[in-house]
């Protein structure tokens, strides 16, 4: 599982034109499921996500997480975040999990996030969304439960 968060002032998701979810200050996330995943990863990047600490305490460091600043959630599924571009020039999504796997993984980060009384706004599963974002900072962070299950293999 895949996921690129920015810290955002404001971010919100549209279907045709129609906002489907908004969120205030708080994180959005664009989530991308592999072929492999499985609930543990949903688990581990949920919780990863909630807990760190990229909200800036009053001496300007990353001391706060998105529980810490009351903050909201933003969750859009995407697919394309397994896009493979290292051969041709079309990228190859095969290392993507098809919508059998990837919808109820999305739905159960989804679920976790909202379990730990976080305020969570959503995309649509398998639209084509408009996402529209004010990056505070910016702040930008990549995490792959790929890297995750490396360094647990290197001790």
């Known amino acids: 599982m895949r996921a690129v968060i920015q810290r955002v002032s404001h971010a919100q998701v549209s279907v045709d034109g129609e906002c489907i979810g908004r969120i205030g200050h708080g994180l959005a996330v664009l989530l991308g499921v592999r072929t492999n995943d499985t609930r543990a990863e949903a688990d581990y990047l949920s919780e990863k996500i909630i807990g760190l600490r990229i909200f800036s305490d009053q001496d300007g460091k990353f001391n706060h997480s998105l ?89």
């Open 67 to 155: 529980r810490d600043v009351d903050g909201e959630l933003l969750v859009v599924s995407q697919f394309t975040l397994y896009g493979d571009c290292r051969k041709g020039r079309r990228p190859s999504f095969i290392a993507a999990a098809g919508v059998e796997t990837a919808l109820p993984l999305y739905e159960y980060f989804v679920e976790r996030a909202r379990s730990r009384n976080i305020r969570v706004a959503t995309g649509r599963f398998q639209a084509n969304m408009a996402v529209e974002l004010v990056n505070d900072g910016p702040v930008t962070i990549i995490l792959d439960t790929s890297d995750e299950r490396r360094a647990r293999a290197d001790g």
